[in-house]
């Protein structure tokens, strides 16, 4: 990989390169899919969609900065907008899978998981014509309690998931404390991508995606990423395409939710046209092949005994019993 013009001077030159990165990812749905304002699925049908309009900006300004993102599109998405997510494809993106019906998966059970996941991969595959290797759990709610998605993610073929927060999130619905900050191994053929954080007075807390970008001042976030790219840790920047689009409807939910939904809307987009300027972005599917072909693994620098969490089973070669797969480096190439 190239050396990063725009990566600030405050990162470690000795930490690993492909490491010392920034990601930038989007979960694509619409206004109405987000866990906050609680619109039950009977009715997104009737929900004005604002899904195209929110998309054009996101994808402007990436082709702005010359910038290719990871997409984890909603099953539900690609099923009524199959012409977006070929959009996305065309112009370079990598295209993963956040779910069908944007359940988390603390209400499911590991079959009707299944079931939501083959459903996400058929309508992407049928939409962009492409087969996600990666996946974001609604809700990031992949954590001890629900561990087992691991094992049928890579028994559906994903070659990584996206979905750990390892912090616990203010409101308490999410987040593996003390789970690693790196990407790592979680099974013998899926790695894990976790959402960055920021220690303070020993507690570790959620920055640079979502409520946490929009809500927190920019010099905090960029000083939270600095800190994580100078040890190495790769930052996954993840935006939600209606945090870019301030004149949304308001609908009624709880404070806590209205908060946490409307917050700053108006800033994500100079926030995001910021962070294009001062760091210079991968995919995960890039970082991932840049892992895998550096040798990073090797090196030691992700001890596989620290990967796992009390629940998951050990990591096991599944000698003969693996599936065919796309490789990380030729599953997508637009
Ligand atoms: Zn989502």
């Known amino acids: 990989m190239a050396l990063d013009p725009h990566r600030?001077?405050?990162?470690d030159e000795t930490a690993p390169r492909s490491l010392s990165r920034c990601i930038l990812s989007f979960d694509v749905e619409d206004w109405f899919h987000a866990g906050n304002l609680r619109v039950p699925p009977g009715h997104w049908a009737e929900m004005p969609s604002r899904i195209e309009r929110s998309m054009d900006t996101v994808?402007?300004?990436?082709?702005?900065?010359?910038?290719?993102?990871?997409?984890?599109?909603l099953g539900w998405i690609a099923h009524r907008h199959p012409s977006l997510v070929r959009r996305i494809r065309r112009a370079g993106h990598e295209i993963a899978s956040h779910g069908f019906w944007h359940q988390p998966l603390h209400h499911m059970t590991p079959r009707t998981f299944v079931e939501d996941v083959q459903r996400a991969q058929m309508a992407i595959e049928s939409a962009a014509d492409t087969t996600p290797i990666g996946f974001r759990a609604p809700s990031y709610s992949i954590d001890?309690?629900?561990?087992?998605?691991f094992d049928v993610l890579q028994d559906l073929g994903f070659r990584y998931d996206s979905s750990v927060y390892p912090a616990r999130s203010p409101h308490k619905r999410y987040g593996w404390q003390n789970s690693p900050l790196r990407p790592h191994r979680v099974r013998s053929d899926l790695w894990e991508f976790p959402l960055p954080t920021l220690s303070l007075l020993g507690r570790r807390v959620p920055v640079a995606t979502g409520a946490y970008l929009r809500i927190a001042p920019r010099t905090i976030t960029t000083w939270a990423i600095d800190r994580n790219l100078k040890r190495g840790i790769p930052v996954v920047v993840n935006i939600h395409p209606w945090e870019l689009d301030p004149d949304q409807p308001r609908t009624r939910t709880s404070l806590a939710g209205r908060l946490l939904h409307y917050t700053n809307l108006r800033t994500t987009r100079s926030k995001l046209d910021y962070l294009l300027?001062?760091?210079s972005f991968v995919t995960i599917q890039q970082m991932l092949q840049a892992i895998e072909t550096d040798g990073i693994v090797a090196q030691g620098l992700m001890p596989k005994t620290k990967v796992l969490g009390r629940s998951a089973k050990p990591i096991h070669g599944k000698i003969g019993e693996k599936r065919e797969r796309p490789s990380t480096g030729a599953a997508q190439k637009p």
């Open 59 to 73: 994808l402007s300004l990436l082709q702005e900065y010359d910038t290719k993102a990871t997409f984890f599109v």
């Open 144 to 149: 001890e309690r629900t561990s087992w998605a």
């Open 277 to 279: 300027r001062r760091y």
């Open 8 to 11: 600030p001077s405050s990162v």
